[in-house]
């Protein structure tokens, strides 16, 4: 019984550090995926001429770390060639003729793989393309999964029961049979994209409740590459513009705004339901899918609000002053925080994403989105606004005068 124990703990093990390989993977591809956007939108990435050659869609190995270093995603121009060498190793990019494995400081022509199609789409990168188009799917179409759902005597935000998933599944299109369906949800749990609430049970067709603990929306730094450590929190998905920054000990996590002041709260050993008072309407998710731990439970952080105001407060004269702010989303979102109800604040503010840029800040307050009066509304509903229109975004906010 001794040895059936240890070889239990050694399957179990080896589960885990298959887990934690393909979770970092998936991290290199997302964050390979949203620099490529980034430097399309940049026109970093074009086509260029050499020797009475056109190279289509490709970048200059010098011109990027410039980029790099001009957009503070490198500190200095060694930094910025191990980051670029990882998505290297990873056959994200490639010199455009393969006569370069190492990534160069160079005036040499780079491509990323998926821009001429020779990206290797083995069995792992396969089920989480499969994922990422299944997660932002449901994120972008209007439909009753994901919901606030109980299990267990535990509330869990953004859920959705294992046999509706499937029903959808089928409904879309994604898997011709229920069997199919099945495999592919076990296969996503199995890479770290989905998870049961609790972590008790593998993906089956049945009642149980699942979430998405990969967030394919959150903005990815680029140094992020550079730590082999896989999470220590799971994404959120309360909204996507919810912006967290992980330390490289892999400790807790603070919430990043302009005067990053709020902690993100961990709390490890207790139930989830045991901290719903705690964690209001904000919700609060799991950390690392461990079987039969206790897994840390993570709260949104409060409101930065010196005090509550209501709309007519804010429609007083010389109380506030209206400003519009108009801002480009890019890539990976718009990088703001919205928070409360009528009316709905700005909880944080990425310094480095185009909300900062166009001006908005920390306690602004929300009067409209692209036209709509919002004050009487709360920040799902704002959200969704954003979320559901084009990617500039026109919003009218109030700041105390």
């Known amino acids: ?26 991290e290199v591809l997302v964050t390979g995926e949203q620099l490529r956007l980034r430097l399309h939108e940049a026109k970093v990435i074009k086509d260029r001429r050499h020797h009475l050659r056109t190279y289509p869609n490709c970048f200059v190995a010098k011109e990027l770390i410039d980029w790099l270093i001009e957009h503070k995603e490198a500190s200095d121009r060694d930094t910025a060639i191990k980051i670029i ?26 491509r990323f793989r ?3 199609g020779t990206f290797p789409l083995d069995s792992e990168a396969k089920v989480f393309m499969r994922g990422q188009r299944i997660y932002e799917k449901l994120m972008n179409t209007e439909n009753t999964l994901l919901q606030t759902r109980e299990e267990e005597n535990g509330t869990f935000e953004r859920a959705l029961v294992a046999t509706e998933f499937i029903d959808w599944l089928l ?12 495999q592919l949800g076990r296969r996503l749990l199995e890479h770290g994209i989905i998870q049961h609430v609790t972590y008790e049970h593998h993906f089956v067709d049945g009642p149980l409740l699942y979430q998405f603990r990969m967030n394919f929306r959150r903005r990815r730094r680029l140094i992020e590459l550079l730590h082999e450590r896989s999470r220590s929190i799971p994404e959120s998905h309360d909204s996507p513009f919810c912006l967290r920054k992980q330390n490289s000990d892999g400790g807790n996590t603070s919430f990043l705004s302009v005067s990053p002041t709020k902690e993100i ?3 490890v050993g207790v ?9 209001s ?3 609060y998710y799991s950390s690392s899918p461990t079987l039969g731990s206790s897994p840390p439970v993570l709260c949104n952080p409060k409101s930065v609000l010196k005090r509550q105001v209501s709309p007519e407060e804010l429609q007083t004269p010389g109380l506030f002053v209206k400003k519009t702010v108009t801002v480009v989303g890019d890539a990976v979102g718009w990088g703001f925080v919205v928070r409360g109800s009528k009316p709905c604040h700005i909880q944080a503010v990425d310094p480095g994403g185009p909300a900062a840029a166009a001006g908005m800040k920390v306690r602004h307050f929300v009067v409209s989105v692209n036209g709509r009066n919002v004050l009487s509304q709360d920040y799902r509903t704002v959200s969704s606004l954003i979320l559901t229109g084009p990617r500039t975004i026109v919003m009218e906010v109030m700041e105390e005068a």
Do not use: P, W
């Open 1 to 26: 019984m001794l040895l059936e124990g240890r070889e239990m703990d050694c399957i179990g093990n080896t589960m885990q550090k298959k887990a934690a390989e393909l979770e970092r993977l998936a």
């Open 85 to 110: 060498q990882k998505l290297l190793d990873k056959s994200i990019i490639h010199h455009v003729c393969d006569e370069h494995r190492e990534f160069k400081d160079l005036k040499l022509f780079y």
């Open 114 to 116: 998926k821009d001429d």
């Open 171 to 182: 409904q879309e299109g994604e898997m011709a049979t229920r069997e199919e369906a099945g």
């Open 265 to 267: 709260k961990v709390v």
């Open 271 to 279: 139930r989830r339901s045991s901290m719903s008072s705690s964690c």
């Open 281 to 283: 309407s904000s919700g």
